[in-house]
């Protein structure tokens, strides 16, 4: 199948035994399969009840080919090649306030969606972020369903927190009863692996009574090991499995109602609470891109980590006193012009000068007009700060910025009082802040605002004094080449653990 289809078949038996088993689906009813590809979820339907009524829409021909000649000929499936998301046939079933008691699917997710279809569906969902259309057929299915219909759907966890799903958590938490998220990686879907989030199947209700839809449980399972444990699911449970529960009014109250999940119900209690943040104690801003980074980054050596295609930087062209030239946003005029950077990668604590960025007058003036570039934030160049990177797989990680410019592969975190640097340092660093950062975005992403949306729990002059300390002796150790005791790392993670009473 083209991939422009995002044709990722569910060749997994567990995830279609559970997920047919939630829909609960009984004879006489109607059911929608709005992506069918080559039918699976019609076949397993099939197989517990002949002659359901099933309506298929399916947008590659291929595939309606084959569903044609496979159902072509029983009277109880009507096969439609057409586009679930701009049907102006299921828009009119939407208007009627929907007509299907179940929908099943597993809709394409990931894809490149091209300018002219973008804009279509923004006219169509004004209230949406039309770029992942995951949600739109999430949104158009929850619409379509009658009262009490139940939908499920299996589909990344991104709309779980997500900034630009906020209106979509909103919708369906007061329309519909979200009975159950099985939570699991995206490894255990046959042919799909995408580190950046995991999947879920969820299982949701249409429900016309806000206040019942609020009053709703949802049921959220986490820490399946394997995909054969999704089969067995409601009849056994192991001690590795767990069972989140949430209000759905609860989590309507959450900040743009997301849902946090985390075994621990301080970490969501804390990130709702909390009176300060990470964002109002330090500014977070997304850092520079050359637009060229082949002609204008530098690495010190061909043997740092992704240096190989990159020209090693000439040593005596690198400015040392650069931190001390007031204009310096318009570019070095000497001959010595090259200025350290901080890039991503998760290095603790202190980054030793790897990378060098052109900044003679001309290369900046590139900057300012390339519109690949991104003289962003300007105003925090070369100020100290804290480095977060973007993207990290397991543990966040955080090293100091020294009066150095910070790539877009970071957040840089300046702290609007600079007692708190290092007291962030330390907290960036630990696993509370990353199970905090983990439960406000479960993605390896950690863009500017979630960093912002971190608690501030604010220590005891003692603790901050102590964390500081520590924190400052660790990055001698390291400016030194040494490695720093393990337990100066522990002291501060316990001491944070403790200020945050997780
Ligand atoms: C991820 S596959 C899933 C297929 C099948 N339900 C399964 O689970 O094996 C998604 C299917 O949706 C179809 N599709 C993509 N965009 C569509 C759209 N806008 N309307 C209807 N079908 C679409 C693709 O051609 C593909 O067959």
Redesign the pocket.
């Known amino acids: ?1 083209e991939d422009v ?6 060749k997994s038996d567990p995830i279609v035994r559970y997920m047919i088993g939630q829909l609960s689906v009984q004879s006489g009813m109607r059911v929608f ?6 039918g ?2 019609i076949d397993a339907l099939n197989s517990i009840i002949p002659k359901l009524s099933i309506d298929i ?4 021909p291929k ?1 309606v080919e084959l569903l044609t000649k496979k159902y072509g000929s029983q009277s109880n499936i009507r096969i439609t090649r ?4 701009t049907s102006q046939e299921l828009i009119l079933f939407t208007n009627a306030g929907g007509i299907y008691d179940r929908i099943v ?4 997710y990931g894809g490149w969606l091209d300018y002219e279809k973008r804009k279509r569906l923004k006219k169509l969902f004004p209230e949406l972020y039309v770029k992942e ?1 995951y949600t739109l057929f999430l949104f158009r299915c929850a619409q379509l369903l009658r009262d009490k219909g139940i939908l499920v759907f299996i589909i990344p966890d991104t709309f779980l927190n997500l900034h630009m799903h906020t209106r979509l958590r909103k919708y369906l938490l007061t329309n519909t009863k979200i009975n159950e998220i099985c939570l699991f990686p995206s490894s255990f879907f046959p042919g799909v692996s995408f580190g950046y989030s995991n999947l879920c199947i969820i299982t949701l209700q249409r429900c016309s009574d806000r206040s019942e839809c609020l009053d709703n449980e949802i049921r959220i399972i986490i820490g399946l090991k394997n995909v054969g444990e999704l089969a067995e699911l409601h009849q056994r449970m192991y001690e590795h499995q767990k069972i989140v529960r949430l209000k759905q009014g609860d989590v309507y109250q959450n900040i743009d109602h997301s849902l946090f999940v985390s075994e621990d119900p301080r970490i969501a209690c804390l990130i709702n609470s909390s009176m300060t943040r990470v964002g109002d104690v330090a500014d977070c801003v997304t850092g520079f891109y050359s637009g060229n980074d082949k002609n204008y980054l530098h690495p010190i050596s061909r043997d740092i980590k992704n240096a190989k295609r990159y020209e090693v930087v000439d040593r005596s062209l690198v400015c040392d006193d650069y931190a001390s030239k007031e204009d310096i946003l318009e570019g070095i005029a000497t001959p010595e012009h090259f200025v350290p950077i901080v890039k991503g990668g998760g290095t603790k604590y202190f980054k030793p000068d790897t990378w060098y960025m052109d900044w003679g007058v001309e290369a900046v003036k590139d900057y300012k007009t390339n519109k690949k570039a991104r003289f962003q934030n300007a105003q925090y160049y070369f100020k100290t700060g804290i480095a977060v990177p973007m993207v990290s797989s397991s543990q966040i990680t955080a090293a100091l910025i020294e009066n150095r410019l910070f790539d877009q592969s970071i957040v840089g975190v300046f702290p609007k009082d600079m007692k708190w640097l290092y007291y962030l340092l330390g907290l960036f660093n630990s696993p509370t802040c990353n199970k905090l950062i983990r439960t406000i975005n479960p993605s390896t992403n950690n863009p500017a605002n979630y960093i912002k949306k971190i608690p501030f729990v604010e220590p005891l002059d003692l603790v901050s004094k102590e964390v500081t300390e520590i924190v400052q002796a660790i990055i001698s150790h390291l400016r030194k080449g040494k490695e720093y005791p393990i337990n100066f790392e522990t002291r501060v993670y316990d001491l944070i653990a403790a200020t945050y009473g997780i």
């Open positions: 199948m289809y995002k044709s990722y078949y569910t399969e709005p992506c069918a590809g080559d699976v979820f829409y399916e947008l590659n595939a057409g586009d679930t998301l699917a597993n809709p394409p259309t």
